[in-house]
C-alpha cells in the first residue's frame, strides 16, 4: 500500500494530464513520462471493477510507485456496488483519484456495458458515482464524451452532465467528439467524428462552476496554453505516448517551475534503476525499452538506435547495458 500524501482540493485542479489508453500507459510508460513531468496527471490504463472483485492478484493490477504521484486510476464498469467495492480499493492503495470511464466506444466495452455506452444511461451512471463517493474520500472524475449516435445533442449533454454532478462527479474529461457505437472502430472513433470544441465551451458557460476538463486533438504545449484559457485542464492522449519529448516544458511553460533542461539521455538514464528493479522481479526490458523508442526521433541517426533498442531488448535475456549504451550515444550527439 501507498500514503496518499495529496489534499482533495489539489486533485480538482491539475492543468495538464496524459489520458488513460489502453495497451500504452501502464505503470512502464508513467515512470518514464514522470521523468519529463513531475507535475501532471498520470492515469492507469482502465482496470475494470468486476476484474478487481475476482482477481486472485490485485497486486498485479493495482500496484505502482511512489514516484507516480499523482496518479489516478480508470474504473470501467457499471455495476454501482463492484465499482464501490473497487474505489475502496483505490484509495486503500493509495491512488489520488479515481476515473470512471464513459467515452471508450470498443465493441469488447460495450459488451460489457460499460464505457461509452453508458452515455445513454446517465441514472445508472449517477447511481455508480453515489456509491462510490460514498465508499472512499478521493475525488471521483468521469471521461465521457460529447454523446453517442443519436444521443447527441446540446440539451442532453448538459442533462448527462448534470445527473454526474449531482451524484458528485468532481471534474469532467471531456472527449470533444461525439462516439458511434456501430460502424466505427476505437481508433476511427478517435478521428472521423469532428472535434466540436465550441459544444464543450457551451457547457462550461452554462456550469462555470463544474471543473471541466478537454481531451481531443490537443498535440502541443501551446495547445494546452490556449486551451487553458477557457477550460480547467487540458488532457493529452496519443501525442504524449508517441512523441514523449516534445513535453519536457509542460512543469516550466504551464505550472510556472524553474526551468529544468531535459535531455533524452538524461531522461534514459533516470529510468535505468526502475528497469534494473523490475528485471530483478522477473520483468523484462522490452516493458520500458518500448516506451523509450518513441523518445528517439528527430534526430540524426535515430533510426539506427531505435532498430537497435528494438532488436536487443526484446531479448528475454536482455539487461540494462544496451540502455547505458544508447543514452551515452546520445549524450555524445549532444541530445
Known amino acids: 500500500m501507498i500514503s496518499n500524501s495529496f489534499k482533495k482540493n489539489e486533485l480538482t485542479s491539475y492543468r495538464v494530464s496524459i489520458a488513460p489508453m489502453m495497451d500504452c500507459t501502464d505503470r512502464h510508460f508513467r515512470v518514464l513520462m514522470r521523468q519529463i513531468t513531475k507535475k501532471s496527471l498520470l492515469y492507469t490504463e482502465m482496470i475494470v471493477a468486476q476484474a478487481l472483485h475476482y482477481s486472485k492478484n490485485r497486486n498485479k493490477l493495482l500496484d505502482f510507485d511512489e514516484i507516480e504521484h499523482p496518479i489516478s486510476i480508470q474504473l470501467g464498469g457499471d455495476n454501482p456496488n463492484l465499482l464501490a467495492e473497487a474505489a475502496q480499493m483505490a484509495e486503500d492503495w493509495g491512488y489520488d483519484e479515481i476515473n470512471l470511464n464513459i467515452g471508450c466506444p470498443s465493441p ?36 465521457q464524451r460529447l454523446g453517442i449516435d443519436n444521443l447527441d445533442s446540446d440539451d442532453y449533454l448538459m442533462q448527462f452532465v448534470d445527473h454526474c454532478s449531482i451524484a458528485g462527479a468532481d471534474r469532467f474529461i471531456i472527449h470533444a467528439r461525439k462516439a458511434w457505437l456501430n460502424g466505427l472502430n476505437p481508433k476511427e472513433n478517435r478521428t472521423i467524428p469532428p472535434l466540436q470544441y465550441e459544444r464543450v465551451k457551451k457547457l462550461k458557460k452554462n456550469r462555470p462552476e463544474l471543473i471541466i476538463e478537454l481531451n481531443g486533438g490537443i498535440n502541443t504545449i501551446n495547445d494546452c496554453i490556449k486551451t487553458l484559457k477557457v477550460f480547467d485542464g487540458a488532457m493529452v492522449g496519443r501525442a504524449a505516448y508517441s512523441h514523449p519529448f516534445i513535453w519536457t516544458q509542460i512543469d516550466s511553460k504551464i505550472y510556472g517551475q524553474p526551468e529544468e533542461y531535459l535531455s533524452r539521455s538524461k531522461i534514459i538514464k533516470k529510468v535505468i534503476p526502475f528497469v534494473q528493479k523490475n528485471i530483478e522481479n522477473d520483468g523484462r526490458l522490452w516493458q520500458m525499452s518500448k516506451h523509450i523508442i518513441n523518445l528517439i526521433e528527430n534526430i540524426p541517426n535515430a533510426k539506427i538506435m531505435r532498430q537497435e533498442l528494438s532488436e536487443k531488448c526484446q531479448n528475454q535475456k536482455a539487461d540494462v547495458s544496451i540502455l547505458k549504451k544508447i543514452a551515452q550515444q546520445l549524450e555524445d550527439a549532444g541530445q
Open 108 to 143: 469488447k466495452v460495450k459488451s460489457g456495458n460499460f464505457g461509452a455506452c453508458l452515455m445513454g444511461k446517465p441514472k445508472i451512471v449517477a447511481k455508480c458515482i453515489e456509491k462510490m463517493k460514498k465508499s472512499c474520500n478521493i475525488p471521483i472524475t468521469i471521461k
